[in-house]
């Protein structure tokens, strides 16, 4: 495949251009303990639950690292095929914020814990591409203002303050905003595969801050814009539609774009300037005095590396090779784990699974989770079993009914179980 293909160039007034995209994608750890407190991180308790003394930051109260959350962020990192580092390091990153009491964020700035890695993510039409990854390092999130609940004040919930974050840097490898929503998908399903992050959205454990710039095909990088906190994957889409079009009209009329932090006004569908570089925070990191080096051994690491599931491509390479899948129906099938146990499920009950194993994916893709998206069910609420739908197939595939027949069976069985 070509670095620069013609389809994914956007026309401008004076020619086409390409855009060069990186995401910095937010992933709160999944754990039940903060990073640094063993305070729950429980969602949706009452404003301020779930708060230690060292995540309203009293003084002298000291961090202890949270070993699961060290352990989760190597086995993300080895999910990534990255580069482990059996040392890193944390960094104060000042900076003042209502919700922020310590007045610096723990971070990990010069030694994270995950270098460079790669992702595979696959695209509509069948092909493929990869996007680097830069690093994954760990960190607080910070509280939560809240400007609706008092009309003369603003109230501070800290319960997600010093929840353990994953941030997982991508290098500028991608030229699209489909491929930027297929990246975020993929690393949603290997976050969900490995239970290193639940990746829900809507509660904002996955979130993205999206760095946008555009240049004519084969001239070096242009300047980027960074547009932070997205929160939902067509969000992204839009953003960067609409930051890649703003982009190509300064330009064209012969203006410059200033690096710069922007906002997603996802009601509006339009990007805003929220602060220019020459506005941006000098945030004075430095080493945290109260925290030591974490070191690693590669035993430790090797024995995460030997405990991790199958992973979505491997498991799309053995559908592919073991039943002759398409590459496409073996993505939709692993695109959740739920998914892909489900069809498992129904393969363990085939008698002749060597002969049927494709024939029975065709009918969980478009049998079964057409009629579940069309009611709008999770497969866990399927009325239909694995076990009964591998029956169905093995009538079809053996030559007792024919495949109108079936779909009367599996109507029945669908209204009234087995
Ligand atoms: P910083 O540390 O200042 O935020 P980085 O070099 O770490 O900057 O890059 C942050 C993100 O911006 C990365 O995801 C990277 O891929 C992306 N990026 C860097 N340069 C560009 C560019 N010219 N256009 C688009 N994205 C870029
Ligand atoms: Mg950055």
Known sequence: MTQTQTSKLLKGATGDWEMVIGLEVHAQVTSNAKLFSGASTAFGGDPNAHVSLVDAAMPGMLPVINAECVAQAVRTG???????????????????????????????????????????????????????????????????????QHPTMSLVDLNRSGVALMEIVSK????????????????????????????????????????VSVRRPGEPFGTRCEIKNVNSIRFIGQAIEYEARRQIGVLEDGGVIEQETRLFDAVK??????????????????????????????????????????????????????????????????????????????????????????????????ELFGRLNKEGMEIAASPVSAAQLAAIVGLIGEGTISGKIAKDLFEIVWNEGG
């Open 78 to 148: 080895l999910g990534l095929k990255a580069r482990i580092n059996l040392r890193s390091t944390f960094d104060r990153k000042n900076y003042f914020y209502p919700d922020l009491p310590q007045g610096y964020q723990i971070s990990q700035y010069k030694s994270p814990i995950v270098g460079e890695g790669e992702v595979t993510v696959d695209l509509r039409d069948g092909d493929s591409i990869t996007v680097g990854i830069e690093r994954l390092h760990l960190e607080q999130d910070a509280g939560k203002s809240l400007h609706d």
């Open 172 to 211: 500028p490898d991608i030229r699209s905003s489909e491929e930027a929503r297929a990246y975020v998908t993929k690393l949603r399903t290997i976050l969900r595969y490995l239970g290193t992050c639940d990746g829900d959205m809507e509660k904002g454990n996955l979130r993205a801050d999206v760095n």
């Open 269 to 366: 569908g339009e990007t805003r300037s929220m602060r220019s570089k020459e506005e941006a925070h000098d945030y004075r990191y430095f080493p945290d005095p109260d925290l030591l080096p974490l070191e690693l051994t590669q035993d430790y690491v090797d024995d995460l590396a030997a405990a991790l599931p199958e992973l979505p491509d491997q498991k799309k390479a053995r559908f592919i090779a073991d039943f002759g899948l398409t590459p496409y129906d073996a993505s939709v099938l692993v695109g959740e784990r739920e998914s892909a146990d489900f069809y498992e499920a129904v393969l363990g009950a085939l008698e002749d699974r060597a002969r049927d194993g494709k024939l029975a994916a065709n009918w969980v893709i478009n």
